[in-house]
């Protein structure tokens, strides 16, 4: 089909083909272009010329929807991903490398490229013609043919090496959020589960069902209980009696109901909730007969006290600056017009962090990696080291892979957060045992002014409710469970791409 459709370019100019998805439910294809606004409209007139187009080429046994993006050509915006491309893919080029190496001139839908190496790796990149890699990699995400040329930098020169001027969106306009109560967490004692977080939620404000929340308050009463769960093994069914609690938690003379069913071997750790004791829960509102209640997933002893937070959070990025998502390509996804297996509603950013220690108020991410999902596809991979402001441990480094040469030239988490949020924007946000990496998250997002609100999935907890049996429930554990390969383990968008097609085997 992609031949065809790329026929299209000799009608238009300024169009591309992107890619296509088959939506089985209602039998339509939508096709995604990129287009060059200065050389492209969109119009009805146009839109119609397209789909008649693709009906000659194809045939008339879908029907055929268009998603066209701009895609305009700017030069600073092209710097960047350049910059960002060269620093994630080429290491050996990228030493030494400075974002002021890279210079651009644009010839209507032509791009020259011209970059600055040190003498060894000036040597090194044109005798692996890496000109031609760099250029296609750069031609996947803009609609332009693209030249690179590598020249020799002046070893005397000196370079004010920095990233990308502060100016650039990092400052981004700002909107008022609604005023919010929160609760801060303190004296965190685990009992049943692990609980990471600092804050908590005024469960008296949330009037709906939602996922993955974390409240507090005093327990005003609590009961122990059995229930019996049939299970087959090796042909054999037997009932298998397993103990959950429900509690009463009071907040501002508020009251809400809540169970928690423990895992068999923290079941007796419940006995240890007592009447009076402050405690925080992280789990999800659920709607049962025509209530809402609470069923936790842990539960923590604490101390907590009310915070009113008025702060203003930015705006969501116009176009991404410092790290680029680029298209995800794997045969084993779904060909273009295969039977779809899962029909998802929404999308979703599967992604994992690799950080320099356990503690997310202290510690810091040394590498993001995710993928987009959306109708049960991988579309896009957003992938970048991260600068931290401390040295890489010896422990970290034999467990990750990752050294401090490797982060040495990263940028900052300051540039790449904004990025990350658009990535993030508007979709659900899915990790293993995404308590640990979503307090790094919510830690740095709090002190650039970014709101992650979006909703939260867990394919720990997932795996152990559609996966019993299991010996645990790591990560590679879970992929040899479900045929998938997970290559270099502990490298974060290795861990993301893996996480990411067990989430949609679970869905």
Same mark, same amino acid.
């Given at each position: 089909m992609q031949n065809s459709v790329e026929k299209l370019d000799e009608i238009f100019d300024g169009l591309k083909f992107k890619d296509a998805v088959y939506s089985e439910s209602n039998n339509t294809c939508t096709v995604n272009f990129l287009y060059n606004p200065d050389y492209f409209k969109p119009t009805e007139e146009n839109k119609s010329i397209i789909i008649k187009n693709l009906v000659d080429m194809i045939g008339d046994y879908v029907k055929y929807s268009l998603n066209l993006t701009s895609c305009p050509l700017d030069k600073r915006t092209i710097a960047n991903h350049t910059y960002t491309t060269i620093i994630n893919n080429f290491p050996a080029i990228s030493r030494n490398f400075a974002f002021d190496d890279i210079s651009v001139d644009i010839d209507t839908l032509k791009v020259t490229i011209h970059l600055k190496l040190a003498s060894s790796a000036y040597d090194y990149a044109v005798g692996l013609n890496r000109e031609k890699l760099i250029a296609d990699k750069l *031609?996947?995400? %803009?609609?332009?043919? %693209?030249?690179?040329?590598?020249?020799?930098k002046d070893e005397n020169a000196v370079t004010n090496?920095? %990233?990308?001027?502060?100016?650039?969106?990092?400052?981004?306009?700002?909107?008022?959020? $609604?005023? *919010?109560?929160?609760?801060?967490?303190?004296?965190?004692?685990?009992?049943?589960g692990k609980n990471d977080y600092t804050l908590a939620s005024d469960f008296s404000k949330i009037k709906e069902p939602v996922e993955n929340v974390v409240i507090c308050g005093e327990v005003t009463n609590i009961v122990r209980a059995q229930y019996k769960k049939t299970t087959t093994r090796n042909g054999v069914q037997s009932e298998v009696e397993h103990t959950y609690y429900r509690f009463t938690l009071r907040l501002?003379?508020?009251?809400? $109901?809540?169970?928690?069913? !423990?895992?068999?071997?923290?079941?007796?750790?419940?006995?240890?909730?007592t009447q009076g004791m402050k405690v925080c829960c992280y789990g999800?509102?659920?709607?049962?007969?025509?209530?809402?209640?609470?069923?936790?997933?842990t539960i923590a002893r604490c101390e907590f006290s009310r915070e009113e937070i008025k702060s203003s959070y930015k705006q969501v990025n116009e176009n991404y600056h410092t790290v680029f998502p680029v298209p995800f390509v794997d045969y084993e996804q779904t060909g273009l017009f295969d039977d779809a297996d899962k029909n998802f509603q929404g999308s979703y950013v599967v992604f994992d962090l690799e950080t320099t220690g356990l503690e997310s108020s202290s510690d810091e991410i040394?590498?993001?990696?995710?993928?987009?999902?959306?109708?049960?596809?991988?579309?896009?991979?957003?992938?970048?080291?991260?600068? !931290?402001?401390?040295?890489?441990? *010896?422990?970290?480094?034999?467990?990750?892979g990752i050294t401090n040469e490797m982060v040495a030239d990263a940028p900052e988490i300051n540039y790449v957060l904004p990025d990350f949020y658009k990535f993030c924007y508007g979709c659900t946000m899915v990790a293993h045992n995404i308590s640990f990496d979503i307090g790094f998250i919510y830690n740095a997002a709090k002190k650039l002014s970014y709101n992650f609100d979006n909703p939260?999935?867990?394919?720990?907890?997932?795996s152990r409710n559609k996966l019993p049996g299991l010996k645990n429930y790591k990560l590679g554990t879970v992929v040899d469970r479900l045929n998938i390969t997970l290559d270099h383990a502990h490298r974060a968008v290795n861990d993301a791409t893996a996480t990411a097609k067990v989430f949609i085997k679970l869905m």
């Open positions: *031609k996947e995400s %803009f609609l332009a043919d %693209f030249e690179v040329i590598f020249d020799k090496k920095s %990233f990308i001027e502060d100016n650039i969106e990092l400052n981004y306009s700002i909107k008022q959020a $609604q005023d *919010k109560t929160v609760y801060t967490l303190t004296e965190v004692t685990n009992i049943i501002n003379e508020k009251y809400l $109901q809540c169970v928690i069913f !423990p895992r068999q071997a923290d079941e007796a750790k419940g006995d240890l909730i999800s509102f659920r709607l049962r007969n025509d209530r809402l209640s609470f069923t936790a997933n040394i590498e993001i990696g995710a993928c987009k999902i959306e109708e049960g596809h991988i579309k896009e991979v957003f992938s970048t080291f991260v600068h !931290p402001k401390r040295r890489i441990s *010896k422990e970290i480094t034999n467990l990750t939260l999935m867990d394919t720990l907890e997932m």
